[in-house]
């Protein structure tokens, strides 16, 4: 039987009425997803006192020394989602030149959902901005 939400927005709204369903919400799913991701990879390694190495570093920690950076961002992004995303497998990124004036750096984010029978592929955009908010996109 397939939850539309996670057990943490169960437990947030539990008086929420939506049922349980015996197929797979893929909308609902994929919207979870990007929650969790916003979140995760919008936390600092060290703040969440229950997983000290949820999140990741400070963007501009990494991006110290860029452009050579690039490829342990990427490494530290998709650890921290094969660590912490487990609805996510087989995961990718890959960075996206830019046009943008801004200083941002933009990632694409590819993986298989574990939770579909079909193996369905998905992609998220991702932009650093100089700030180092991460903002994902589906």
Known sequence: MYQQ??????????????????QEDTRALL???LRNLDRMLNMRTGQA??????GIPPPNEIAAGYPESIGQIQKIVRQCIEKY???LRNVQVM???????????????SARLATTSDNRQITFSTLIDPSGHIEMTA
């Open 5 to 22: 939400r996670t057990l943490f927005e169960r437990l947030r709204h539990p008086a929420d009425t939506r049922a349980h369903s015996l």
């Open 31 to 33: 919207a979870s997803i």
């Open 49 to 54: 006192p229950a997983q000290m190495d949820f």
């Open 85 to 87: 995303e487990p609805r």
């Open 95 to 109: 960075q996206i030149e830019s046009e943008d004036t801004r200083l941002v750096v933009r990632f694409q984010v």
